[in-house]
């Protein structure tokens, strides 16, 4: 019986990390312009396998993904059976660039997807220069309450499957069966609390609507992408997001949904491959 590997590697790197020793773990394959991944409220960074299983663009990328600490293989830090997760923007960003430093990455392009999505907006009003570009994926300055974040962390239900339940309706109405069910699994592998923490994030600190306009692409060049079927960042709410910011670009993506890259890859990378073309021919990068 022959077995076959994939390009992807995955280490664990202990730094200190928001003040506090931490164990993270990072998949990455590929040579080239780093491509930073940021995975989606609740998930892992197993959501880009296909980007890193991609010859295409493992050819000219090192495409790299952490599991934040509470998802995935990366676990809490020590103490965190004493108190309540919940992200904030502030945290979320010092993360980011904290996993940077730690992994030498020198203006890499970073990319995410939904919680991932609106923390690159930040990166790109705040921090412009650490970056060579900037994706967001289902990218929204905020995002409007349509279900009670309490039923995620509740003694009474089982609160993976509530999670995988609540984003089910995300998923594209054309996703393949396989990815669809990966994608819903990997939420039902949540850590308790995790998926509610995280949305304190999205729904709440995370909002920059008043401050969105700001962002300077000449500094530092944005493209969104979003899915068509997707009611937690409309299409309309992208393209207000690309409206208000000058050269900012934004495609929405016929076909898809909240979690384009697990979702459905095949349809994603034809998308994403022309950006990741775009950067490199404009700045360089890629």
């Known amino acids: 019986m022959s077995a076959s590997f994939e390009p992807i590697v995955g280490r664990y790197m202990n730094l200190?990390?928001?003040?506090?020793?931490?164990?993270?773990?990072?998949e990455e394959a590929g040579q080239g312009v780093p491509l930073l991944c940021l995975h989606t409220a609740g998930s892992d960074g197993r959501q880009y396998r296909a980007l890193m299983n991609h010859k295409d663009i493992i050819a000219r990328h090192r495409v790299i993904a952490f599991d934040m600490p509470w998802h995935g293989k990366s676990s809490p830090p020590s103490g965190w059976h004493d108190e309540e997760y919940q992200l904030t923007s502030q945290q979320y960003t010092t993360?980011?660039?904290?996993?940077?430093q730690a992994l030498e990455l020198?203006?890499?392009?970073?990319?995410?997807?939904?919680?991932?999505?609106?923390?690159?907006?930040?990166?790109?009003l705040e921090h412009p220069e650490h970056f060579g570009a900037i994706?967001?994926?289902?990218?929204?300055a905020h995002v409007d309450p349509y279900y009670d974040l309490?039923?995620?962390?509740?003694?009474?239900?089982?609160?993976?499957?509530v999670c995988a339940a609540i984003v089910s309706g995300l998923v594209g109405p054309k996703a393949p069966v396989e990815e669809r069910w990966e994608t819903l699994w990997h939420y039902m592998q949540g850590g308790?609390?995790?998926?509610k923490g995280d949305l304190y994030f999205y729904k709440i600190d995370g909002d920059i609507r008043e401050r969105v306009a700001q962002i300077d692409t000449s500094r530092c060049p944005l493209f969104l992408l979003s899915g068509e079927y997707d009611y937690s960042c409309?299409?309309?709410e992208t393209m207000a997001v690309a409206a208000s910011v000058k050269g900012a670009q934004a495609t929405i993506m016929k076909?898809?949904?909240h979690f384009p890259m697990s979702e459905d890859p095949e349809a994603f990378i034809g998308y994403l491959l022309p950006v990741l073309e775009e950067i490199r021919r404009t700045s360089g990068k890629g």
């Open 16 to 26: 200190q990390l928001l003040g506090r020793p931490h164990r993270l773990y990072v």
């Open 95 to 100: 993360m980011i660039l904290e996993v940077m």
């Open 106 to 124: 020198d203006k890499p392009i970073v990319m995410g997807c939904s919680i991932g999505g609106r923390i690159v907006l930040h990166l790109a």
């Open 135 to 140: 994706i967001g994926l289902q990218a929204g």
């Open 150 to 161: 309490n039923f995620l962390h509740r003694p009474d239900v089982h609160g993976g499957e």
């Open 192 to 195: 308790p609390g995790v998926f």
């Open 234 to 236: 409309t299409p309309e």
């Open 255 to 257: 076909g898809l949904g």
